[in-house]
């Protein structure tokens, strides 16, 4: 059974940092990504990470702020978020998808886990 199980929510303070972790299990993925959803609006991309971890896509929102990184020995993906922001506030979601390609499409991963509440306080 193919599971996507995300960790490290919370609440901070505008300025602070969180790391959030997600455990795969049930199925070698290629590439992973990280979701987000605010209240109201659509979910959207925050970061995406190849196989080896040497590819790595960012939202122009979180670019220079947040780091996607994998320990590939574990299944873990990992998203440390620096310099938060109240606009950063909303539900994260790790995706996982078998084809090699670094996408953003959100129609493009095959399995998603069931999110892990972030916000930040201004």
């Known amino acids: 059974q193919v599971q996507l199980v995300e960790s490290g929510g919370g609440l901070v303070q505008a300025g602070g940092s969180l790391r959030l972790s997600c455990a795969a299990s049930?199925?070698?993925?290629?590439?992973y990504g990280w979701f987000r959803q605010a209240l109201g609006k659509e979910r959207e991309f925050v970061a995406a990470?190849?196989?080896?971890?040497?590819?790595?896509l960012y939202a122009d929102s979180v670019k220079g702020r947040f780091t996607i990184s994998r320990d590939s020995a574990k299944n873990t993906v990992y998203l440390q978020m620096n310099s938060l922001k109240p606009e950063d506030t909303a539900v994260y979601y790790c995706?996982?998808?078998?084809?090699?390609?670094?996408?953003?499409?959100?129609?493009?991963?095959?399995?998603w886990g069931q999110g892990t509440q972030v916000t930040v306080s201004s």
């Open positions: 990470v190849s196989r080896s971890g040497g590819n790595t």
């Open positions: 049930g199925r070698a993925f290629s590439t």
């Open positions: 995706a996982a998808r078998m084809g090699s390609v670094v996408t953003g499409s959100r129609v493009a991963y095959d399995s």
